[in-house]
């Protein structure tokens, strides 16, 4: 979810991580195979890979869907960790292994309230409460959009293209985060979600005691994103 586009975008903003930059500036290793061109920005974003030729910011690097695999598998040593982690099951995500894991993206707990918080730090423009965790610059890079795509990622658990910013779904034309196209959020495994709308000032967070089968848009998740936008409709009249 958000864990993976909240902590680096300080870094970027702070000139800690070039986003901007190729991947193998950092990881010389991470070149071989034809990679040297992918930024550390794709890997926030999914476009290495995405191979649709709709796609509207394509990286220089293209491959298929297996060749994607063949590169995963000589990254090593993340992938050789990451194999020894446990399967992704519904079963499994809920047992300690799982937790303990190095799953990148996919494995980040906390409770509903605690997503919320941290969406609230997107929502308020890089605040949250009295705090300022992020400059106003850095969160909304959160929201700059590197193209719609077919997601060669998770592409059967979305309806047709969407768009990625730096780490977070734009709601898009799809209205997954609500009506706002520039809305973000993330779906996590088994149904739960974060989002943020900056516009209106409001951040959502929802986990579930019973996993569901959908990648992205559980009906759980739609219905309550309709509920909060219904709601903030009847208060202002705007959304």
């Keep these: 979810m958000v864990e993976r586009a909240v902590p680096r975008a300080?870094?970027?903003?702070?000139?800690?991580?070039?986003?901007?930059?190729?991947?193998?500036?950092n990881w010389p290793e991470f070149?071989?195979?034809?990679?040297?061109?992918?930024?550390?920005?794709?890997?926030?974003?999914?476009?290495?890979?995405?191979?649709?030729?709709?796609?509207?910011k394509r990286t220089r690097?293209?491959?298929?869907?297996?060749?994607?695999a063949a590169i995963f598998s000589q990254l090593a040593p993340v992938p050789l960790a990451a194999l020894t982690n446990?399967?992704?099951?519904?079963?499994?995500?809920?047992?300690?292994?799982?937790?303990?894991?190095?799953?990148?993206?996919?494995?980040?707990?906390?409770?509903a309230r605690a997503i919320a918080a941290l969406y609230g730090i997107v929502a308020g423009r890089g605040s949250y409460g009295t705090h300022r965790v992020l400059s106003p610059e850095a969160a909304e890079r959160v929201r700059?959009?590197?193209?719609?795509?077919?997601?060669?990622?998770?592409g059967t658990g979305f309806k047709g293209e969407t768009e990625i910013g730096l780490g977070l779904w734009l709601s898009g034309s799809h209205r997954s985060y609500g009506p706002n196209p520039r809305a973000v959020?993330?779906?996590?495994?088994?149904?739960?979600?974060?989002?943020?709308?900056?516009?209106?000032g409001v951040s959502l967070g929802y986990?579930?005691?019973?996993?569901?089968?959908h990648i992205a848009?559980?009906?759980?998740?739609?219905?309550?994103?309709?509920?909060?936008?219904s709601a903030l409709r009847g208060r202002s009249g705007t959304v």
């Design 10 to 25: 300080p870094c970027g903003a702070f000139g800690l991580l070039d986003l901007d930059a190729p991947v193998a500036a």
């Design 31 to 56: 070149a071989a195979a034809g990679k040297a061109s992918v930024l550390v920005r794709h890997l926030l974003s999914h476009p290495t890979g995405r191979g649709s030729p709709g796609c509207a």
């Design 61 to 68: 690097w293209s491959s298929s869907t297996t060749e994607q």
């Design 86 to 111: 446990p399967v992704a099951g519904a079963r499994e995500a809920n047992t300690a292994a799982w937790r303990a894991a190095e799953i990148p993206a996919a494995n980040g707990h906390g409770t």
């Design 144 to 154: 700059e959009g590197q193209g719609a795509c077919r997601d060669l990622v998770l």
């Design 185 to 200: 959020g993330h779906d996590g495994f088994g149904g739960s979600c974060g989002l943020a709308d900056p516009e209106a």
């Design 207 to 213: 986990v579930m005691n019973r996993m569901g089968p």
């Design 217 to 229: 848009d559980d009906p759980r998740k739609t219905a309550l994103v309709d509920a909060l936008c």
